[in-house]
């Protein structure tokens, strides 16, 4: 349909919501960017602290071993640096998530009040993520924690502390948690994946003979690769904006055992003040995201 | 048999095989449904006890005597009030609802109906704002909301959370609104209804599914955000609930009493409004979530 009407007419639409963006979102991003550079975006006031222009920041961020330690790679001990530790976080999360999303999605379909299970394992996405990761550190406690209670009960009691506040399990328990919360996501998202492949695919494959395993590899995975690629995109991004998360429960400790870049970003900002270098970790995570976003965009833009 | 009969009622064939193998497949996923919500009961079974009878776990329920004492520490908490940030909480979201659903709505009609130039790079630029990290904005926002007086305010927050909101709200309305029929949209343009009339007048009534999916999940983002608050509001009396929670931790030990009811008390709103709008809820998180 050609609407009429001037452009004028048209782009009235558009005006006030654009306003706000390019004022509160589109200025900011930009001139965060700059700022990274050491170049005082904002009228008023110098943020920079008199710092020379260039990409000093990037060297000197790149080399911290807040952002990648040496060390603890070297010798495989917490902390790794920020970088390193949402690596791991992806590595982790993205294939425990997915496969645990796909499975139960599947099995929820099957079984009586599917819809009931779905809906509980879907809180984790209702909640406040800073409450999240309250229930990760209090799931997680030695004397409180549901999951010591379940290593006593399976005789590995000696396995019983409280994960989170150690060193070389932080990282790891908050991963955990994470893939607790997250299955929503995926659960969800690959319900509604599923219930739009046809029953009668399904059913012709039973009738032929074919087992639940070829079934899964042959239809059901194959039918959902579309909805895959977007779960894997949201997961990913998800994983290296990690935030609340990590803030609520161990503030990226012990020692940085559990720093991710996000809180990176909040510490150059809010303890050492130093903005320069809080642009740049902002930057940098920026980076990291894009070409996952780029994936996301251009999927979405080439389906219509 | 009558009895097997009733058990196996749910049972339909098909993938899983023998009635058996579909019998274990209910106790598995009920198995896994119930571990999955066992931190929000042990949660809660922590908040309205005494600290005293949880401490060697929520799960030993003798003595078990249920007692508000939690609740009241937190909600009048001499130094981070829940009371208070409860209600910041809706003086925040409520607004920061509103406003970017309005002005997001008049945005995606446009994409979804009008061709105007830069149409596409204008939406793409959307996109790419919906994936931008909070952490990439608040800088300069800090500085910004200084000069205007408006850092450590509820409007500061207001305006922030509102533009936040509109890139993805546009999204997801103008998926919306293009799988609108657009039969009754060129009777009315036929019989000289202005591009103001035709939206407010029609789709904005047929709309009102897809306005209230939006509202609902910016509603639930605006009140579980942490960062924007954590960065913006620093009075105590201003700060809102997700923003006092970690507050109340305290230095050496962690007390659990407080900290469970308070994290009730955070997530009992979005949890309510998740049930009573479950079917917006959801198809706005499908819609956000999936390309139409």
Redesign the interface.
């Known amino acids: 349909m050609k609407a009429r009407g001037s452009i004028l007419s048209k782009f009235s639409f558009l005006i006030p919501s654009f306003i706000l963006i390019i004022i509160f979102v589109i200025y900011p991003i930009v001139a965060t960017i700059i700022l990274s550079f050491n170049i005082n975006p904002v009228p008023g006031i110098d943020i920079t602290k008199g710092k020379p222009i260039g990409a000093e920041n990037y060297y000197e961020v790149l080399l911290s071993f807040k952002f990648i330690n040496r060390h603890g790679l070297e010798t495989l001990s917490f902390p790794m640096g920020a970088i390193i530790h949402n690596i791991i976080w992806i590595a982790l999360h993205l294939p425990l998530t997915i496969i645990l999303g796909l499975l139960l999605a599947t099995l929820f379909q099957h079984v009586k009040g599917g819809s009931i299970i779905r809906s509980f394992i879907f809180l984790g996405m209702v909640i406040p993520m800073i409450v999240g990761g309250l229930l990760i550190q209090f799931s997680f406690d030695k004397d409180l924690g549901v999951v010591n209670l379940f290593l006593k009960i399976t005789g590995l009691e000696w396995a019983a502390r409280s994960w989170t506040i150690y060193p070389n399990t932080a990282l790891f328990s908050l991963i955990l948690g994470s893939v607790w919360l997250w299955t929503g996501f995926t659960v969800t998202i690959y319900s509604a994946g599923l219930a739009s492949i046809p029953k009668e695919t399904i059913e012709a494959a039973v009738v032929d003979g074919a087992d639940f395993k070829t079934i899964l590899f042959k239809i059901i995975v194959p039918q959902l690769k579309p909805v895959t690629i977007t779960v894997i995109a949201m997961t990913i991004l998800w994983d290296l904006k990690i935030f609340d998360i990590v803030y609520a429960s161990t503030l990226g400790g012990p020692g940085g055992a559990s720093m991710v870049l996000a809180l990176l970003m909040y510490d150059y900002f809010a303890r050492v003040q130093n903005y320069p270098m809080a642009a740049t970790v902002a930057t940098i995570l920026t980076i990291v995201i894009l070409p996952v976003v780029v994936i996301w965009v251009r999927m979405i833009t080439r389906g219509k | 048999m009558g009895a097997k009969r009733k058990l196996l009622k ?1 049972y ?6 023998s009635p058996l193998k ?1 019998l274990i ?2 106790i ?3 198995t ?3 571990l ?5 009961i ?2 809660f079974m ?1 908040s309205i006890r005494p600290f005293s009878e ?6 030993s329920v003798s003595p078990f005597t249920p007692t508000l004492k939690n609740y009241v520490d937190a909600l009048f908490n001499p130094m981070f009030s829940l009371l208070r940030g409860f209600m910041n909480s809706f003086i925040i979201a409520v607004p920061s609802t509103i406003i ?1 659903v309005m ?2 709505a ?2 995606a ?2 994409f979804a ?5 830069i149409k ?1 790079y ?4 959307m ?3 919906m ?11 800090f ?2 909301l ?2 205007m007086r408006l850092l450590n305010t509820y409007l500061g927050l207001i ?2 959370h ?3 909101g ?2 993805w709200i ?1 999204f997801f309305l103008r998926n919306y609104f293009s799988m609108l029929p ?1 039969e009754l ?2 009777i009315a ?1 036929v019989d000289g209804a ?3 009339q035709i ?1 407010f007048k029609i789709v904005l009534p047929i709309s009102l599914p897809g306005i209230i999916s939006a509202s609902v999940l910016q509603f ?1 983002w605006v ?5 924007f608050a ?2 913006l509001i620093f009075d105590p009396n201003k700060m809102v609930i ?1 923003q006092m ?2 507050r109340l931790k305290g230095q050496y030990q ?1 007390d ?1 009493g407080l ?2 009811s308070g ?1 009730v008390l ?2 009992i709103v ?2 309510i409004v ?1 049930i009573i709008f ?1 079917k917006y809820y ?1 198809g706005g ?2 819609g956000w ?3 139409k």
Do not use: C, H
């Open positions: 749910g339909r064939g098909g993938l899983l095989g579909w497949a209910n598995v996923a009920w896994i449904g119930v999955w919500v066992l931190p929000f042990g949660i922590t949880v401490v060697s776990g929520w799960w970017p002005l997001a008049l945005a009609y446009a109906r009008f061709s105007f130039p596409n204008l939406f793409v630029t996109l790419f704002l994936a931008a990290p909070q952490q990439m904005t608040i800088i300069p926002i500085f910004m200084n000069n305006l922030i509102s533009s936040w509109i890139p546009t657009k949209e060129e343009r202005t591009n103001r939206f639930a009140w579980n955000d942490f960062f954590l960065m997700t929670l970690p962690i659990w900290l469970s994290s955070a997530m979005p949890l998740y479950n959801m998180f499908r979530a999936m390309k």
